[in-house]
């Protein structure tokens, strides 16, 4: 009975799985396909035409975010992990002019605790702020030491990630601009636009990476103020209406302005001076901002969003009308670069901070020369008596009141206000040459110009160092004879509300002025 049970058994076989690699004809046909390469023989051996095989899935990688508490230290070493902190209460919650808040406290920081390199340059970079926000000499071995570390180890990576050879760009540029070492500073930009290039040459759309999405834009805007700020010194029959940014390789990754652009060159000096007028009253307790990466309150915003519109104002224009605008047009750029100067400079009441602006505020007095060459005008008189008056530089100086001189009466009347107060300045110290030539101590802000009641002289007011309201002013004097033209309040009172003006960097008081010929 066993055994007849037994023979009513049947073993099935063992179904046989086909491959998933097989070629795409031999799937359709449901048969084993050999697989061969790049036709199976199961298709060339019966005459088919062999479709070829499917190309393999790739595993997406692994994405992972480390989350960083507030209350771990991830760096032991005592001085280490408090310049870590420092770094992320203190600078990067600052860095927001370029890159979001989001990049510099989340982005950045989890980058810097992920790479050794890019840790010890935010170390380095921690040490610079401190040592500035203190006004205190602080060992500069420690700041030689990790920046010097962070080097060494991002030449001798071997297959470095993109965005940490970014951040690393950014965080050296940050380095740089802390010790005004700005041409050191502009090469690791170059650096990291070529970095972008390299990265990927023909994408214009998303990259899939959230740190180069952030970091894109960043170099982009970077470079766009850059060159903006030397756009004045190109000749403009070398300029085009249709001229594309110096790197089209990052062009995607800017972020295109949505703001409407403005509509006249009128528009746009009048939407300056109201921000101009903010510039001069606003006044802010601390420091002032360290390097462009910083701002200073909505000054800084609004002046970026001016710049944003008059750009894209500037692309709306035929070469034609470009041409003929072209005076205007630079003029308002010498303007903006000088607010943008004065707006992180004067709103704290620090003189020295604007020897910090060397390169900017010789680029103003270069663009006035090269303009002046064209026209003589009175518009000049705003951005050359800022340079006069608040640039120590004894070249620079000479040049800016020597160039008052030729903007009619009333820019030789305030250059005899500069040379005089130039000269107080200078005052017992040898052979000036340089701004810090002149020590924070011997330095003075005008303040106002009066007329003596019996109309015979103007006194010429201004304020020595620390320059605060308890601090009494001393006082230039002035003959009236030459700078009054008749007898009537109104020209006796000229030359004080001509120094108003301009120290409210009221340009608008000169805009339609007739050219001096």
Known sequence: MADENHRDLVVLPKPKRRGRTGC??????????DESKPSCNQCTGTGRTCDGYLTPKQQPPVAFLMVISDGVQVETHPEAAHACQYFRDVCAPALVNYGSASFWNRLV???????????????AASHLDRQICQSGLLDNIAFYSHYGKGLRLITQARNPDTASLLIACLLLMLCDELQQKYYSALQHLISGR????????????????????????IFS????????FQKQLVPTISRQATDVPYTDDIHHLSCFSLLCPFISVDQSAFALQAIASDCTRSRIQGI????????????????????????AFEKTLTAAT??????????????????????RCAPFNQELAFDGYHESIELVLVSCDILMTGALSTKFIPPLFFVATRYRSLSFRRRA????????PDGQLLADMASRIARVEEHGIPGPVLCSDIPEGKRVQIQSMELDPSNQSYN??????????????????????????????STLCHASRLLEAVQRFDFMNFWYDEDLG
């Open 288 to 311: 002032a901002p360290r390097t462009r990466f910083h701002m200073v309150t909505s000054l800084t915003s609004d002046l970026n969003t001016w710049h944003a519109r008059f750009v």
């Open 24 to 33: 795409i004809t031999c799937r359709i046909r449901r048969i084993k396909c």
């Open 401 to 408: 009141i020597k160039s008052l001189r030729r903007c009619g």
């Open 194 to 217: 070529k970095i972008l290039t390299a990265y990927h040459p023909c994408m214009r759309g998303s990259t899939g990476n959230i740190v180069i999405e952030e970091i894109g834009p």
């Open 322 to 343: 470009e041409s003929r605008m072209y005076f205007h047009l630079n003029l308002l750029r010498t303007y903006h670069l000088c607010l943008h100067i004065i707006s």
């Open 109 to 123: 920081l989890q980058a810097c605790h992920n790479d050794e390199s890019l840790k010890h340059l935010m170390i």
């Open 460 to 489: 010429l007011y201004f304020k020595r160092h620390p320059f605060t309201e308890n601090v009494l002013p001393d006082y230039l004097t002035f003959p009236s004879q030459g700078w009054v033209w008749g007898e009537s309040s």
């Open 221 to 228: 805007k970077l470079e766009s103020d850059t060159r903006e």
